[in-house]
């Protein structure tokens, strides 16, 4: 190519289109800042909204669990008054009874009896009706461990039951099994 020819492409103004204007190199600028959107997204904000999101499905996680949770309580209480029951009509005397909480779905449940009842061969039969009840949670997905504790607990006793967790506590009075928590 010539050398005039050269300086001559050199000297005219490119084009670009901008939809259907046709706009000159000098003008190409402001025809792209015309196309940005108004609000630019930045990594910033990106990762705000994932925490936000996060932090609300924790949120629904912890309501979820904490009301799933709050059943399972329900349920044992009635489980409690179940055995309690079972145990007066058998003709044992149960007096208190605790309950710990491991994880939302995880209890263990201790019935206090006097010894003289723990120590008969009848009271055998009870465990029969806790095996059951334990197998019945399971199928809701609870798991559930129902012991006994005989004689009677001193003070110092229940600060240790306390220590391993077993922050609710019931008693029964006149043999009222019926009460729920």
């Given at each position: ?44 904000d990106?990762v ?24 399972s ?8 008054n179940?055995?309690?029951?079972f ?58 461990d129902?012991?006994?504790?005989n ?21 029964f ?9």
């Open positions: 190519m010539p050398v005039s020819t050269l300086a001559r492409v050199q000297r005219t103004p490119a084009i670009a289109l901008s939809g259907t204007k046709v706009v000159r190199r000098r003008d190409r600028h402001e025809a792209w800042k015309k196309n940005f959107p108004k609000k630019v997204v930045t990594q910033n990106l705000n909204a994932y925490l936000r999101g996060v932090q609300k499905g924790l949120d629904d996680v912890r309501k979820f669990l904490y009301e799933k949770m709050d059943e309580v329900e349920a044992i209480a009635m489980d409690r179940r055995i309690a029951e145990l007066i009509k058998e003709g044992f005397t149960p007096t208190r009874a605790f309950l710990c909480i491991r994880e939302w779905n995880v209890f263990q449940l201790l019935l206090v009896v006097p010894e003289e009842d723990f120590l008969k061969d009848s009271f055998l039969s009870v465990y029969d009706l806790t095996f059951e009840i334990e197998e019945a949670r399971k199928k809701m997905d609870v798991h559930l129902i012991g006994f504790i004689g009677t607990l001193s003070e110092q006793d229940e600060h240790r039951l306390e220590s391993d967790g077993y922050y609710f506590d019931w008693e009075t006149n043999g009222d099994a019926s009460r729920t928590a």
